[in-house]
């Protein structure tokens, strides 16, 4: 019995066969993490968003997570002439902040000489500055809901803005 010698073709070499058994391998590996992933991204989607949050302070152990809300320091109410460039005069505004997370009501707003007034949604937090939504509940044509954003100052008192910046006062913690 003579062997018979299998003539290696140019275009057939060994290595071509390994690397096609290896193509292979990796496509069935990609195929079942695909496969996978779209579980995963499956069970991502039936979880609930997470909210906003700020991390604890570093000094007490282990940080934690807790949800964003309104800072201690802007707890109170607070009193101010608001300069509005579209009005001639400027007119009080009164604000009343609590605690509250984001997305809820954390207080009330009043233009008294305007004869308007409502409550305040947390819609941003920091630690310096936080920006609420007005929903008003009494209003004239002379008010609008705006975006309000206060800014905790050096000297304790509050800097108070809406819209563009065209509305401006600064608040001062009434009883102090």
Do not use: H
Request: aromatic share 8%; glycine share 10%.
């Amino acid at each position: 019995m003579s062997r018979r010698r299998r003539l290696q073709r140019p275009w057939d070499p060994p290595w071509l066969k390994i690397a096609g058994v290896a193509a292979g391998a990796f496509s069935a590996v990609f195929a079942l993490l695909s496969l996978v992933g779209d579980e995963i991204g499956r069970a991502d989607a039936r979880k609930p968003s997470p909210t906003p949050m700020e991390v604890a302070s570093p000094g007490a152990g282990v940080a934690k997570p807790r949800a964003a809300a309104v800072p201690d320091r802007f707890i109170g109410t607070w009193i101010g002439l608001v300069d509005d460039e579209d009005m001639d005069t400027p007119f009080p505004v009164e604000i009343l902040l609590r605690r509250g997370g984001l997305g809820q009501i954390v207080g009330k707003v009043r233009y008294e000489s305007l004869k308007c007034a409502g409550v305040v949604r947390l819609f941003e937090v920091s630690s310096r500055k936080l920006s609420v939504q007005e929903s008003l509940t009494v209003a004239t044509e002379q008010c609008d809901d705006d975006l309000v954003t206060l800014k905790y100052q050096a000297n304790g008192t509050l800097y108070y803005t809406y819209g563009d910046g065209e509305g401006r006062a600064v608040l001062s913690r009434q009883g102090q």
